[in-house]
């Protein structure tokens, strides 16, 4: 790790400020970030750390961004009125990392590919060479099935698919400014020196998400599939939220990670469903839309084959 | 020599046999032995220590003035060292020595180029970050397949595929009879891969240097053989090395003399006069400190329709990257006709293999469990039949028996009938050993006029219980309880004891520790004797006293008698304790597995595993029980989740972490029922056998077995990942559908 | 810099650099060694320790951030119980579920957490507990015993196992 500053900022207003410094991170856990650090695929000159910042007496709808993701997996509220957000929290990571990494760590985290974590490696996001994964003879297993071009990162939040089958939003902070935006127009496509794909402008941060509970909300579900229970990012994940009323699909959001370079909305399935009652067929049918789009790589087309099934298995869920 | 009668074998399969006990021996325990220390379940020694953290690991040291060292390692397979430029580096404050290695190539990823010692841990990660490497790429091949390919660049002379000395074996003209007498010939390719030793304490040691005297704590599982090769690198002799290690994180095979690391280390605490610290981080694991070769195994097999295995033939190459040893060890379990192996190495640009818990073993029983599992499907026969029919030790077969009541084996199913998503198939698979007790071995037993009971020995124990047999040994011979031993090893200035390899450790040092023991024993009674009132021979030890013919006397009392401070003996481990005739000639064991598959996404679940294993007199149950836990949870991972992954294009490691380099979590582990089998084979003075890698060899084989029997198709490459499972799945729907468009169009004979 | 914290319920002033991990404060600062480092990258937990009461892996966590913080590690994960050993520690010492015990500490400290935060959890949900911590020579099996054993203690009317 190289060495860096250590600054300790006490509101967001402040830490945005500092940030404002070249060559300056923010670091709320940072269980991610010590991890780059320590491979030197950054080398911040200072670190500003949010951990310390008081936290907003929150409303049941505005979630932290430095909430931790054991906060969010026991709080039952959200187990009630998001049980996807629940389920993503409950799954994510270990006991020790869920006690320290928050919520906007999850959202804004680096994408797992070993190229991108190698320093000294081919990898278009550092430094805008060729992608490593794309390059005869390079490792695309794990990578993205969907919008493929100069890099084939998939995304790794978990939280951030359920989130946005949930459709919630985040509002972001820049010295006194704030927006507010959903929170799938957060990310960003793969550009070089943007490692966490998040839009953000310097010096912003995320401050917190927004949620409204609903019955869509209450009826959402979180799956992941991953090699290792224990300690594992998922291969794919699938979120999704429904509103049935009369039987029918009322109002639909589903989402998808690890499958793409950004968390992924996936609109052709949820129009898949609209408006049609959510029976077999009607599921069938939705997860085979799941994987029109799909472009596997060399070796990771059985996601795409995991995706269907995942939606599957995710939708009748929400049957009732 | 005295003349004994022993009662061997085990539990209702037991013989009686003659045998001459020297004079100055301790007569073999066996069967009628009525132990009251050894073979119980006494927890460890040092649990304590280990369980408060007070336990101190290589790099728990801290030395007054102690520096830091670490290395450059080439992120390329094959590269020239163009320009090597250490000066920026060492012009950092607190850079304190350094080493350039400018050799022409670099030829494999992790390959050190230079390495820096430093004042503190961040000056050390500074410095190494400002030295200057500019290297020229070099044509490289890191994959098995690529190498055997005629135009692949050339590793180390001229071919990469070597064949040493005994790598072709048995007759191919005997196998190729036997398959024309047969019903079923099979031919099946079965691939299995890279695996790290992933031990959690990662290689290293600390030097210090007072005058010419050398003193190492070092993470290694052959306190004797690190001095030797350290002391030979530096030029100096052995006798001026002590190496120590008190405890250490785990070895695993790849362990076993010091490392390159090492010797910097030795020569920057000379140079500068301070002691140097040098442990590999976690990336170098994987990279530079050994592995498991892959292989890729040809295998024809054939068997008579009433389950007489005949013929077994298996071709293999594998790579141990630039070191050799990547051969398979197969047809070894079962009595066919005829066999014929003919195994090659195939060079990589990539860190060599060492010997990995049970070298070769895990990867030949992984084929040749899966051959005999898709041979009994052809002929229509229970796999576990097949196995009974074909197998001539009279252990395994007794095995095979508590196996299948523990695991339920009446419950298989046809393979692939299992209905639903969830998969679930049952399977078996068996291993063999040595009964690898090596003479050599030196314990030193000193009873004290206090009372006090020493034992020492110098090598080491890595975790399996070394410490703890060890005193129950001596507390069995003494009559004494566990606690009033104590027992200190690796230290090298004590006796010389093995390298922990071949499973050597516990079945060589418990006859020479009983020994010493014994003689010590002798002796305290012959200064007790006049005391008592009698001759030595009719006193005896037990529960702490000395009993003689009407009186007694407590062990301190006695002790008090001794004419001298201490008495001490030392016994090397000889023909005298360790070469009676055994009951068997190898140790066995035999596996069941049961999965669950869920066939939509290809994910694997184990849910139990049954682990019968031989170990000769068990020493201890708590002990042996968690090597055979230790050995089926290595053996699940190596099936359903290790692979070392090098990138084609620059032969870098992709997963050098703990991460993507998976190894079993606790939600993994299924429930594993352990079931240590006591065999008294007679064959040593204290009976126990090897036990630290058997229970690895067969896991690979029954879980994959399982899933052949879960989903009705077979994964014949390792680790069974979610994608192969798939793929099986969808291969055996094909096939199916083809076949059945055939029957409709005519009949026809099958062909396998 | 400067960071004042508690360990194992001692205020400790300790000068250190701004990219030091906690883990590393303590080995090398302060001695306290029993806190291993198997990975460096918060995949293996044998450095978990307790922050303000929640296990964390120490070798993620800047020493900076634990300013005014309360550290408990193994060596003081005993304390105040009869003989110094939690209860966690004296299960895993009879029930053998130590090995190479490298992997030990870290374990031992998300279970001490685990039956204290979950006392009703059944064996699944311990696995889920300790599924941070990795371990190569045990097969988990016994020491998912010593757990369940030190948990049944604490549940009949045992010493308590709260140390935080």
């Given at each position: 790790?190289?060495?860096?500053?250590?600054?300790?900022?006490?509101?967001?207003?402040?830490?945005?400020?500092?940030?404002?410094?070249?060559?300056?991170?923010?670091?709320?856990?940072?269980?991610?970030?010590?991890?780059?650090?320590?491979?030197?695929?950054?080398?911040?000159?200072?670190?500003?750390?949010?951990?310390?910042?008081?936290?907003?007496?929150?409303?049941?709808?505005?979630?932290?961004?430095?909430?931790?993701?054991?906060?969010?997996?026991?709080?039952?509220?959200?187990?009630?009125?998001?049980?996807?957000?629940?389920?993503?929290?409950?799954?994510?990571?270990?006991?020790?990392?869920?006690?320290?990494?928050?919520?906007?760590?999850?959202?804004?985290?680096?994408?797992?590919?070993?190229?991108?974590?190698?320093?000294?490696?081919?990898?278009?996001?550092?430094?805008?060479?060729?992608?490593?994964?794309?390059?005869?003879?390079?490792?695309?297993?794990?990578?993205?099935?969907?919008?493929?071009?100069?890099?084939?990162?998939?995304?790794?939040?978990?939280?951030?698919?359920?989130?946005?089958?949930?459709?919630?939003?985040?509002?972001?902070?820049?010295?006194?400014?704030?927006?507010?935006?959903?929170?799938?127009?957060?990310?960003?496509?793969?550009?070089?020196?943007?490692?966490?794909?998040?839009?953000?402008?310097?010096?912003?941060?995320?401050?917190?998400?927004?949620?409204?509970?609903?019955?869509?909300?209450?009826?959402?579900?979180?799956?992941?599939?991953?090699?290792?229970?224990?300690?594992?990012?998922?291969?794919?994940?699938?979120?999704?939220?429904?509103?049935?009323?009369?039987?029918?699909?009322?109002?639909?959001?589903?989402?998808?990670?690890?499958?793409?370079?950004?968390?992924?909305?996936?609109?052709?399935?949820?129009?898949?469903?609209?408006?049609?009652?959510?029976?077999a067929e009607?599921?069938a049918?939705?997860a085979d839309?799941?994987r029109?789009?799909?472009?596997?790589?060399?070796?990771?087309g059985f996601?795409a084959t995991?995706?269907h099934r995942?939606?599957?298995?995710?939708?009748?869920?929400?049957?009732? | 020599?005295?003349?004994?009668?022993?009662?061997?074998?085990?539990?209702?399969?037991?013989?009686?046999?003659?045998?001459?006990?020297?004079?100055?021996?301790?007569?073999?325990?066996?069967?009628?032995?009525?132990?009251?220390?050894?073979?119980?379940?006494?927890?460890?020694?040092?649990?304590?220590?280990?369980?408060?953290?007070?336990?101190?690991?290589?790099?728990?040291?801290?030395?007054?003035?102690?520096?830091?060292?670490?290395?450059?390692?080439?992120?390329?397979?094959?590269?020239?060292?163009?320009?090597?430029?250490?000066?920026?580096?060492?012009?950092?404050?607190?850079?304190?020595?350094?080493?350039?290695?400018?050799?022409?190539?670099?030829?494999?990823?992790?390959?050190?180029?230079?390495?820096?010692?430093?004042?503190?841990?961040?000056?050390?990660?500074?410095?190494?970050?400002?030295?200057?490497?500019?290297?020229?790429?070099?044509?490289?091949?890191?994959?098995?397949?690529?190498?055997?390919?005629?135009?692949?660049?050339?590793?180390?002379?001229?071919?990469?595929?070597?064949?040493?000395?005994?790598?072709?074996?048995?007759?191919?003209?005997?196998?190729e009879?036997?398959h024309a007498r047969a019903d079923v010939v099979l031919t099946r390719e079965y691939r299995?891969?890279?695996?790290?030793?992933?031990?959690?304490?990662?290689?290293?040691?600390?030097?210090?240097?007072?005058?010419?005297?050398?003193?190492?704590?070092?993470?290694?599982?052959?306190?004797?053989?690190?001095?030797?090769?350290?002391?030979?690198?530096?030029?100096?002799?052995?006798?001026?090395?002590?190496?120590?290690?008190?405890?250490?994180?785990?070895?695993?095979?790849?362990?076993?003399?010091?490392?390159?690391?090492?010797?910097?280390?030795?020569?920057?605490?000379?140079?500068?006069?301070?002691?140097?610290?040098?442990?590999?981080?976690?990336?170098?694991?994987?990279?530079?400190?050994?592995?498991?070769?892959?292989?890729?195994?040809r295998c024809t097999f054939s068997v008579r329709r009433d389950g007489k295995l005949l013929g077994?033939q298996?071709?293999?190459?594998?790579?141990?990257?630039?070191?050799?040893?990547?051969?398979?060890?197969?047809?070894?379990?079962?009595?066919?006709?005829?066999?014929?192996?003919?195994?090659?190495?195939?060079?990589?640009?990539?860190?060599?293999?060492?010997?990995?818990?049970?070298?070769?073993?895990?990867?030949?029983?992984?084929?040749?469990?899966g051959m005999l599992d898709e041979l009994a499907e052809a002929i229509g026969m229970d796999p576990?039949e097949l196995?009974?029919?074909?197998?001539?030790?009279?252990?395994?077969?007794?095995?095979?028996?508590?196996?299948?009541?523990?695991?339920?084996?009446?419950?298989r199913k046809p393979s692939g009938s299992s209905p639903g998503p969830?998969k679930r198939g049952?399977g078996?698979?068996?291993?063999?050993?040595?009964?690898?007790?090596?003479?050599?071995?030196?314990?030193?037993?000193?009873?004290?006029?206090?009372?006090?009971?020493?034992?020492?020995?110098?090598?080491?124990?890595?975790?399996?219980?070394?410490?703890?047999?060890?005193?129950?040994?001596?507390?069995?011979?003494?009559?004494?309880?566990?606690?009033?031993?104590?027992?200190?090893?690796?230290?090298?200035?004590?006796?010389?004891?093995?390298?922990?390899?071949?499973?050597?450790?516990?079945?060589?040092?418990?006859?020479?520790?009983?020994?010493?023991?014994?003689?010590?024993?002798?002796?305290?009674?012959?200064?007790?004797?006049?005391?008592?009132?009698?001759?030595?021979?009719?006193?005896?030890?037990?529960?702490?006293?000395?009993?003689?013919?009407?009186?007694?006397?407590?062990?301190?009392?006695?002790?008090?008698?001794?004419?001298?401070?201490?008495?001490?003996?030392?016994?090397?481990?000889?023909?005298?304790?360790?070469?009676?005739?055994?009951?068997?000639?190898?140790?066995?064991?035999?596996?069941?597995?049961?999965?669950?598959v869920?066939a939509e996404?290809g994910?694997?679940?184990?849910?139990?595993?049954?682990?019968?294993?031989?170990?000769?007199?068990?020493?201890?149950?708590?002990?042996?029980?968690?090597?055979?836990?230790?050995?089926?949870?290595?053996?699940?991972?190596?099936?359903?989740?290790?692979?070392?992954?090098?990138?084609?294009?620059?032969?870098?490691?992709?997963?050098?972490?703990?991460?993507?380099?998976?190894?079993?979590?606790?939600?993994?582990?299924?429930?594993?029922?352990?079931?240590?089998?006591?065999?008294?084979?007679?064959?040593?003075?204290?009976?126990?056998?090897?036990?630290?890698?058997?229970?690895?060899?067969?896991?690979?084989?029954?879980?994959a077995n399982?899933v052949a029997n879960a989903i009705g198709a077979r994964v014949r490459s390792?680790?069974i990942?979610?994608e192969k499972v798939l793929a099986a799945i969808a291969e055996a729907e094909r096939t199916r559908r083809a076949s059945d468009g055939e029957k409709k169009k005519k009949k026809k004979k099958r062909i396998f | 810099?400067?960071?004042?914290?508690?360990?194992?319920?001692?205020?400790?002033?300790?000068?250190?650099?701004?990219?030091?991990?906690?883990?590393?404060?303590?080995?090398?600062?302060?001695?306290?060694?029993?806190?291993?480092?198997?990975?460096?990258?918060?995949?293996?937990?044998?450095?978990?320790?307790?922050?303000?009461?929640?296990?964390?892996?120490?070798?993620?966590?800047?020493?900076?951030?634990?300013?005014?913080?309360?550290?408990?590690?193994?060596?003081?994960?005993?304390?105040?119980?009869?003989?110094?050993?939690?209860?966690?520690?004296?299960?895993?010492?009879?029930?053998?579920?130590?090995?190479?015990?490298?992997?030990?500490?870290?374990?031992?400290?998300?279970?001490?957490?685990?039956?204290?935060?979950?006392?009703?959890?059944?064996?699944?949900?311990?696995?889920?507990?300790?599924?941070?911590?990795?371990?190569?020579?045990?097969?988990?099996?016994?020491?998912?015993?010593?757990?369940?054993?030190?948990?049944?203690?604490?549940?009949?009317?045992?010493?308590?196992?709260?140390?935080?």
């Open positions: 790790m190289r060495s860096f500053a250590y600054l300790r900022a006490e509101s967001f207003p402040a830490a945005s400020a500092a940030l404002e410094t070249p060559e300056s991170l923010p670091k709320a856990a940072g269980t991610d970030l010590l991890d780059l650090l320590k491979e030197r695929v950054v080398e911040p000159a200072a670190l500003v750390d949010l951990s310390r910042i008081e936290r907003a007496q929150s409303d049941p709808g505005v979630l932290s961004a430095l909430a931790t993701l054991a906060e969010l997996a026991e709080d039952e509220g959200i187990r009630r009125d998001f049980p996807a957000l629940h389920a993503a929290a409950r799954q994510a990571a270990t006991p020790q990392i869920r006690n320290r990494g928050t919520l906007g760590g999850n959202l804004c985290q680096v994408s797992r590919c070993p190229y991108l974590r190698r320093a000294g490696a081919s990898c278009f996001k550092r430094d805008g060479s060729p992608c490593g994964a794309l390059l005869p003879g390079g490792f695309d297993r794990t990578h993205a099935i969907f919008d493929v071009g100069p890099c084939a990162c998939a995304h790794p939040s978990s939280l951030a698919p359920a989130l946005i089958a949930l459709g919630a939003r985040v509002r972001l902070v820049r010295g006194e400014e704030r927006r507010v935006l959903a929170l799938e127009e957060l990310y960003a496509p793969p550009a070089p020196g943007r490692l966490g794909d998040v839009a953000l402008r310097p010096g912003e941060l995320v401050e917190a998400v927004l949620l409204e509970a609903s019955p869509r909300s209450r009826n959402s579900v979180y799956l992941e599939m991953r090699e290792r229970e224990s300690f594992d990012f998922a291969l794919v994940s699938v979120a999704a939220a429904v509103e049935l009323r009369e039987g029918r699909v009322r109002s639909v959001r589903v989402a998808c990670g690890a499958v793409a370079p950004r968390p992924r909305r996936m609109r052709e399935v949820e129009a898949a469903l609209r408006g049609r009652p959510l029976d009607s599921i049918g939705a839309a799941a029109v789009a799909a472009r596997p790589l060399r070796s990771n996601k995991i995706l995942l939606c599957v298995r995710a939708l009748e869920e929400l049957r009732q | 020599m005295s003349q004994r009668t022993l009662e061997l074998g085990f539990s209702g399969h037991s013989e009686e046999r003659r045998v001459e006990v020297p004079p100055d021996a301790p007569p073999p325990w066996d069967l009628r032995s009525d132990l009251k220390v050894a073979g119980k379940p006494h927890p460890r020694l040092e649990a304590r220590l280990k369980v408060t953290g007070a336990a101190r690991y290589t790099a728990d040291q801290r030395l007054p003035g102690m520096i830091f060292a670490g290395a450059v390692r080439s992120p390329h397979a094959h590269a020239r060292v163009r320009r090597l430029d250490l000066s920026r580096a060492k012009k950092l404050p607190g850079v304190l020595y350094s080493e350039a290695y400018p050799q022409r190539e670099v030829r494999y990823a992790g390959q050190a180029v230079a390495a820096l010692a430093a004042e503190s841990e961040q000056v050390l990660d500074d410095a190494l970050a400002l030295v200057e490497v500019d290297y020229e790429v070099l044509p490289h091949v890191v994959r098995t397949e690529d190498a055997l390919a005629e135009d692949a660049p050339a590793v180390a002379g001229r071919r990469n595929v070597r064949q040493g000395r005994g790598m072709r074996r048995g007759s191919l003209r005997r196998v009879e036997a299995t891969q890279v695996q790290t030793h992933t031990c959690l304490e990662p290689h290293g040691s600390v030097a210090r240097w007072e005058g010419d005297r050398l003193t190492v704590w070092a993470s290694t599982q052959a306190t004797f053989a690190f001095r030797q090769t350290l002391a030979r690198a530096l030029g100096i002799s052995a006798a001026q090395v002590e190496v120590i290690t008190e405890h250490m994180g785990g070895g695993f095979g790849s362990k076993f003399g010091a490392d390159a690391w090492d010797v910097f280390a030795a020569r920057a605490a000379r140079a500068t006069g301070r002691p140097c610290f040098f442990m590999l981080d976690r990336r170098a694991e994987h990279l530079v400190a050994g592995n498991r070769p892959d292989s890729i195994q077994a298996v071709t293999s190459h594998g790579t141990a990257g630039l070191g050799r040893g990547a051969g398979v060890l197969n047809p070894a379990i079962y009595a066919f006709e005829a066999t014929y192996s003919d195994q090659y190495d195939v060079l990589t640009h990539a860190g060599s293999a060492r010997a990995f818990r049970a070298p070769r073993h895990p990867q030949g029983v992984f084929a040749l469990e576990l196995r009974r029919k074909n197998d001539p030790h009279p252990v395994r077969q007794a095995q095979y028996d508590v196996g299948a009541e523990a695991i339920g084996w009446s419950r969830l049952l078996v698979a068996a291993a063999r050993w040595a009964h690898n007790a090596r003479p050599g071995t030196a314990v030193r037993c000193r009873i004290g006029r206090d009372g006090s009971v020493l034992v020492a020995n110098g090598s080491q124990d890595i975790g399996t219980g070394t410490r703890t047999i060890l005193a129950q040994i001596v507390a069995e011979e003494l009559g004494l309880p566990l606690a009033a031993v104590e027992v200190r090893l690796g230290r090298t200035r004590d006796p010389y004891g093995h390298g922990s390899g071949g499973s050597v450790t516990a079945p060589s040092i418990a006859p020479p520790a009983r020994r010493a023991a014994y003689a010590c024993r002798q002796r305290l009674l012959a200064a007790v004797a006049a005391a008592l009132g009698c001759e030595a021979e009719s006193l005896s030890l037990r529960e702490g006293r000395v009993h003689g013919a009407e009186r007694e006397l407590s062990f301190a009392a006695a002790c008090g008698l001794l004419p001298t401070e201490s008495i001490e003996a030392t016994a090397t481990g000889g023909p005298e304790d360790m070469s009676y005739p055994s009951f068997t000639r190898e140790v066995a064991g035999v596996q069941f597995a049961e999965v669950e869920d996404l994910t694997v679940r184990v849910v139990k595993v049954v682990a019968v294993q031989d170990c000769g007199l068990v020493a201890n149950p708590l002990l042996a029980r968690s090597q055979i836990n230790g050995g089926v949870l290595q053996g699940i991972s190596y099936a359903l989740h290790e692979e070392r992954i090098l990138d084609a294009r620059t032969g870098d490691m992709l997963n050098a972490n703990l991460l993507d380099y998976k190894i079993l979590g606790a939600r993994e582990v299924p429930e594993i029922v352990a079931i240590p089998f006591s065999v008294a084979n007679g064959r040593t003075s204290t009976g126990m056998s090897s036990l630290g890698e058997p229970p690895t060899v067969p896991t690979a084989g029954a879980v399982a390792l680790p990942t979610p | 810099m400067r960071t004042r914290l508690h360990v194992n319920g001692e205020a400790r002033e300790v000068e250190h650099e701004p990219q030091e991990t906690l883990l590393s404060l303590l080995r090398y600062r302060l001695g306290l060694t029993g806190s291993k480092e198997g990975c460096g990258e918060g995949e293996c937990g044998a450095c978990t320790v307790f922050v303000d009461g929640a296990p964390v892996v120490s070798c993620l966590v800047l020493a900076a951030q634990c300013e005014g913080a309360q550290v408990t590690t193994i060596e003081g994960l005993g304390r105040g119980h009869p003989d110094g050993l939690h209860p966690v520690q004296r299960a895993f010492i009879e029930t053998g579920a130590v090995q190479c015990g490298f992997c030990i500490p870290g374990i031992i400290m998300a279970a001490a957490d685990a039956i204290e935060r979950e006392p009703d959890a059944d064996r699944e949900s311990l696995r889920r507990l300790v599924a941070g911590n990795l371990c190569r020579c045990t097969g988990y099996t016994k020491i998912l015993d010593a757990i369940e054993l030190a948990r049944a203690r604490a549940r009949s009317g045992g010493p308590p196992c709260s140390t935080k």
